[in-house]
């Protein structure tokens, strides 16, 4: 595909936030995931030839970037860890419920932590990329219902995890 460098931009600047979110769910670290997205739109601008279709463009470019930050994980040598991740979930939840006293941070934290990388990377794209199972198994290298199957237990974890502690679910109900 030819594409000039306005067009990329055009087509990053919809997917950067995103990009950014999926980034630090998975390091941990602001300044990792911001080099993690540097490398990523870097390594997509140069190989933009091989990019099919612009409709492929979110795929493609999140799929560049669950490599890079991968490399970056095992490069480190370290496991994922948690904690950053849920102060990202409670702040989306914050938003999305603002005015209403809501402090999840602590308890997505401790839901979170019962989930392999594996699972949160796979709920990470479904909640930051907005992505299906088909397309999170594409840039996975899986079969969609191994995915679906993963995210559905990986959700189930959190949730018994969110009602065994003693401040959201179950409280009144």
Same mark, same amino acid.
């Given at each position: $595909?030819?594409? /000039?460098?306005?067009?990329?931009? +055009? $087509?990053? !600047?919809?997917?950067?936030?995103?990009?950014?979110?999926?980034?630090?769910?998975?390091?941990?670290?602001?300044? %990792? =995931?911001? /080099?993690?997205?540097?490398?990523?739109? #870097?390594? =997509?601008?140069?190989?933009?030839?091989? #990019?099919?279709?612009?409709?492929?463009?979110?795929?493609?470019?999140?799929?560049?970037?669950?490599?890079?930050?991968? *490399?970056?994980?095992?490069?480190?040598? *370290?496991?994922? @860890?948690?904690? /950053?991740?849920?102060?990202?979930?409670?702040?989306?939840?914050?938003?999305?419920?603002? +005015?209403?006293?809501? /402090?999840?941070?602590? %308890?997505?934290?401790? =839901?979170?932590?019962?989930?392999?990388?594996?699972?949160?990377?796979?709920?990470?794209? @479904?909640?930051?990329?907005?992505?299906? @199972? *088909?397309?999170?198994?594409?840039?996975?290298? $899986?079969?969609? !219902?191994?995915?679906?199957?993963?995210?559905? *237990?990986?959700?189930?974890? $959190?949730?018994?995890?969110?009602?065994?502690? @003693? +401040?959201?679910?179950?409280?009144?109900?």
């Amino acid at each position: $595909m030819k594409c /000039d460098a306005k067009e990329f931009a +055009g $087509m990053y !600047g919809q997917v950067c936030r995103d990009l950014y979110r999926y980034a630090l769910c998975v390091l941990k670290n602001p300044h %990792d =995931a911001e /080099d993690a997205v540097s490398e990523a739109v #870097l390594n =997509a601008y140069e190989h933009i030839s091989s #990019l099919r279709s612009r409709d492929s463009f979110r795929s493609w470019i999140f799929t560049i970037l669950a490599n890079t930050c991968r *490399r970056k994980l095992k490069r480190a040598g *370290r496991e994922q @860890s948690v904690e /950053d991740i849920g102060e990202v979930f409670a702040a989306q939840e914050a938003r999305r419920y603002e +005015g209403q006293q809501c /402090d999840l941070s602590i %308890d997505l934290k401790h =839901a979170l932590a019962e989930l392999s990388r594996e699972e949160q990377m796979i709920v990470g794209l @479904s909640v930051f990329g907005g992505y299906r @199972s *088909r397309e999170i198994a594409q840039m996975l290298r $899986m079969k969609d !219902g191994t995915v679906r199957s993963k995210r559905s *237990r990986a959700l189930m974890k $959190m949730n018994l995890a969110l009602n065994d502690t @003693s +401040g959201i679910a179950g409280k009144g109900n």
